[in-house]
């Protein structure tokens, strides 16, 4: 027994004695890896290890605005840009950074024509800090072209910065009441539709839907009427009585068609579930009663 101790004692002592040692060997090797240059080999035990210098940092490239001018450099490539830095590749700085309206409306007069997405981007960039001349020269083109593409990239481009602006709220609103084109005060409309709803906006909106002469007009003005909605669903109860009224009368079955498909029925109380319902019964052409059966199925 007493034997048996002694020799468990020896080599809990002898254990001990090397853990102590091979800390001692690791700790002098990493002071003499501190001493070691950088770049050079430190010897550590029989074998030498190479003491690797750090990578070098990359340096961000500074990034360039979007509405730079066509004088600046071209941007480096990147995922950010992803087509528009593509659209400056291909058409060279001064097509895809156009500088004035003049030059966003040549590009944005078709929609294949070379920096069409570049000019549109500049529109919508311009417009956040424009300058009141600005913005009048723009409305000035609105209303000298009759082109549905170019008014509608130009409606586009105001959402949301250049609608912000009360100046162009009235504006569209003029055109959309009283321009002698109908492509003008589609456009138009449709660009209302997008604003921060508003009373007197909204309003004016739903008597061109319910009362105006031209179909194409009431059409779009229902529509706008439901863009109104998605964005402001306390509105819900007088406009879905309103467009549930002019599905009801209009003689035009694509006004119908605009005022059912705007609705939210989600939002509808009793009496206005009842009167879609009637609708749908009551309804003969094909897309407005297939509309009417979809928005029932929401209910």
Known sequence: MGRSRTRKSRVGASAAGIALVSAALLAIAVLKARETPVGARAPTGERAVEIAAPAPVARECPAVSLSSGASEARPARSPAIGPLAREHDETGPKAASPSTVDEIAALLERADSPGFAAALEKLKLSLADAKPALVRELLERFGKTDDPLLLSAIAEALDPSGLARSEVRSALLTFAESDPSVARRVAAIAALGHAVPDDGTTERLARLASSDRTGEVRAQAAQALGDVLARDLDR???????????????????????????????????SQVAALAETFTKESDLAPRQAAAEQLGDV
């Open 236 to 270: 819900a109860p007088a406009l879905n009585g309103k467009l549930l009224e002019i599905a009801s009368r209009d003689d035009d079955s694509s006004v119908r068609y605009a005022a059912i498909s705007s609705l939210r029925p989600h939002e509808a109380d009793a």
